[in-house]
């Protein structure tokens, strides 16, 4: 199996920076895309930012310029730096990855706790 575990999160004035973490263990022969998501209640999980194995980043337009994913291939981690929070910046934030097990396997994707993140106004 494939665990994902995320730190980081907590409260934050609104300005402020936060740096959340993701590990991933378990049986991983690689990864391919690594990726944020945050939700608040009552609202779909939606796409913060994503990073290839090659270090291709994509982010969405609500955090562009302010948020700075990254990833340690060795370490199986990847990274999210935030800065300039806003209150709207609000969510749990979720650690997803595209994991290979085996090097013959299908490619499955997995899901971290979740961290909370809250910027106050």
């Known amino acids: 199996q494939v665990q994902l575990v995320e730190s980081g999160g907590g409260l934050v004035q609104a300005g402020g920076s936060l740096r959340l973490s993701c590990a991933a263990s378990?049986?991983?022969?690689?990864?391919?895309?690594m990726g944020w998501y945050r939700q608040v209640p009552g609202k779909q999980r939606e796409l913060v930012a994503g990073i290839t194995s090659r270090g291709r980043a994509n982010y969405s337009d609500f955090v562009k310029g302010r948020f700075t994913i990254s990833r340690d291939n060795a370490k199986n981690t990847v990274y999210l730096q935030m800065n300039s929070l806003k209150p709207e910046d609000s969510a749990v934030y979720y650690c997803?990855?595209?994991?290979?097990?085996?090097?013959?396997?299908?490619?499955?994707?997995?899901w971290g706790q979740g961290t909370q993140v809250t910027v106050s106004s």
């Open positions: 997803s990855a595209d994991v290979q097990q085996h090097a013959l396997g299908d490619r499955n994707g997995y």
């Open positions: 378990g049986t991983i022969f690689s990864i391919n895309v």
